[in-house]
């Protein structure tokens, strides 16, 4: 992809250049460099402030989905801390699903593709749930207490921050902004060859 946009650029400036040759040789009116190193300033500027901004909303979002991945590992590390209040069984079969909780958002986050990022986030729904049931079952017997309280909590927010996540990594930079960006890009390569 970046090496067809390089190569449009190109050609647009090869374009400008053609289009000022052809424009010489037809008309004999003054040279209007003035005129044009404003224009081409101006262009260039507007340009520098649209990619500035885009890059802008792009690292706002890396900070955004990094802020989410400390937040959930630290919700998930502190059900784990918690679940060592429990009884031996009780414990163990927790614990053992918050391992495999683990992979499978370790799995999404390192996903390439949307379909490696989508099966992983239905793998981490379907562990959600078999989590969800058994935090009911561990803490039925003391659901009024404390502890349940703390479990429960940190449980629903490792929930939510998953669920966080995945809309953050959905949310891109509209595909219209970037088509408009590289309109402009190629129409001030034009002007740059002109």
């Keep these: 992809c970046a090496t067809l946009i ?77 679940t060592n209040l429990l009884d031996e069984a009780d414990r163990t079969r927790l614990q053992s699903l918050l391992r495999e909780y683990v992979d499978t958002r370790v799995e999404f986050g390192n996903a390439r593709t ?4 989508l099966a992983a986030f239905r793998r981490t729904e379907a562990l959600q749930e078999r989590l969800w049931d058994a935090i009911s079952d561990v803490v039925t017997p003391f659901r009024t207490t404390p502890l349940a309280a703390m479990l429960v909590t940190t449980t629903n927010e490792s929930i939510d921050l998953a669920a966080t996540r995945k809309a953050t ?9 970037l088509e408009i960006l590289m309109l402009y890009a190629l129409i001030a390569g034009v002007m740059i060859g002109y």
């Design 114 to 117: 949307v379909e490696e990022e």
């Design 6 to 82: 390089f190569s449009a650029l190109i050609a647009a400036r090869e374009l400008g250049h053609w289009l000022r040759n052809r424009h010489k040789a037809s008309s004999s009116a003054g040279d209007g460099t003035a005129e044009d190193g404003f224009a081409m300033t101006s262009m260039l500027g507007l340009l520098a402030l649209l990619i500035a901004f885009s890059f802008s909303i792009g690292l706002q979002r890396y900070e955004t989905r990094r802020e989410l991945v400390i937040s959930e590992a630290n919700a998930i590390g502190t059900t784990w801390l918690r």
């Design 169 to 177: 990594r959905e949310a891109r930079i509209p595909a219209r902004i």
